[in-house]
């Protein structure tokens, strides 16, 4: 058994599956650092797989767009994200609702709105056709050749070079900014935000509608590259991981992106344990079931110590004193 080709593999699967939870992470982060609650992401994830494998099929299958329906598929389930976080913001920003609540209910009416959709666009079934055309991975010229280093790190699906393009993106807009220093206000000092001219209302409708987008793009990689088709379990807990990544990240890009791959470990082991029949050592239900045990885990050890934007979960009234 070569051991270095193991690794190489575990190291290329685990960008792989940590792609959707770097793009989720990142989009929980706009939202939370602004003060609002983002538990949604979960639905959110579930509406991007649906409107990315729904728009591909019909790019690729109907118009014939080649290799450019997966894209229109990723782009679609980016807008359609940041459209549906919109009920999310009207109810924790507007009305001030309870934003746990509001996301919960997010997250039930993703999974009954994309299976009614599902079953009512391909007649009756409950999931989208397998795409003919999802992503095919790319490989950096050279890089790419090189023993084992190359395979782990130069190959990767499009998207996984697009999610750390967002982390340094976001890393530079949070911190170098102004966009960024207003949101890092309304999410500690709303008030102090707020008398200095900055519309704590608007920072955290941008911010929520960000959240929406990026963490769709999450649900889309997924159904564009992985499963190639959106079902009732395409996303499976998979936004609860990617928020408990952005806790353990402590709200900061690279430390969340760092946590999402650590996250992205535990599910590549079950693919790379079966590949090589390393399941004979580790039961396969364990397998399974590790990235969620270790989600609770962390959760447990690590949620009470980290310290959360000042203003996260509290409702801002203009006026209020």
């Known amino acids: 058994m070569e051991w270095l080709t193991i690794a190489s593999d575990l190291i290329h699967t685990t960008i792989v599956f940590a792609t959707a939870l770097?793009?989720?992470?990142?989009?929980?982060?706009y939202s939370e650092r602004s003060g609002v609650v983002n538990i949604a992401l979960e639905g959110m994830m579930t509406v991007g797989a649906f409107t990315g494998a729904a728009i591909a099929y019909f790019a690729g299958?109907?118009?014939?767009?080649?290799?450019?329906?997966p894209w229109l598929g990723f782009l679609a389930a980016v807008v359609a994200g940041a459209l549906f976080a919109l009920p999310h913001a009207f109810a924790s920003v507007t009305f001030n609702a309870d934003q746990v609540v509001s996301g919960v209910g997010l997250n039930f009416l993703a999974t009954g709105l994309t299976l009614y959709l599902a079953k009512l666009i391909f007649s009756g079934s409950a999931q989208t056709p397998t795409l003919q055309r999802g992503f095919s991975e790319w490989a950096i010229p050279y890089l790419a050749d090189i023993p084992y280093l190359g395979n782990a790190l130069f190959r990767a699906y499009p998207t996984s070079f697009v999610a750390f393009l967002a982390v340094t993106l976001t890393a530079y807009i949070v911190y170098r900014t102004p966009f960024g220093l207003r949101l890092y206000a309304v999410g500690e000092h709303p008030r102090a935000a707020d008398t200095a001219g900055i519309s704590v209302y608007g920072m955290r409708y941008v911010a929520?509608?960000?959240?929406?987008a990026l963490a769709a793009a999450g649900g889309a990689t997924i159904a564009l590259t992985t499963t190639n088709n959106f079902s009732h379990n395409t996303i499976s807990g998979q936004g609860y991981?990617?928020?408990?990544?952005?806790?353990?990240?402590k709200w900061r890009p690279f430390q969340a992106m760092l946590a999402a791959l650590f996250f992205g470990i535990a599910s590549a082991m079950k693919s790379v344990f079966q590949v090589y029949g390393l399941t004979q050592f580790v039961p396969?239900?364990?397998?399974?079931?590790?990235?969620?045990?270790?989600?609770?885990?962390?959760?447990a050890g690590f949620v009470g110590r980290a310290?959360?934007?000042?203003?996260?979960?509290?409702?801002?009234?203009?006026?209020?004193?």
């Open 284 to 299: 396969v239900d364990f397998i399974y079931m590790f990235p969620y045990l270790l989600t609770i885990l962390v959760l």
């Open 22 to 29: 770097i793009f989720a992470a990142i989009g929980g982060l």
């Open 61 to 69: 299958n109907v118009a014939g767009m080649g290799n450019g329906a």
């Open 307 to 321: 310290i959360s934007p000042a203003a996260l979960g509290t409702p801002y009234e203009k006026g209020q004193r």
């Open 208 to 212: 929520v509608m960000l959240s929406g």
């Open 241 to 249: 991981i990617a928020l408990a990544a952005l806790i353990f990240g």
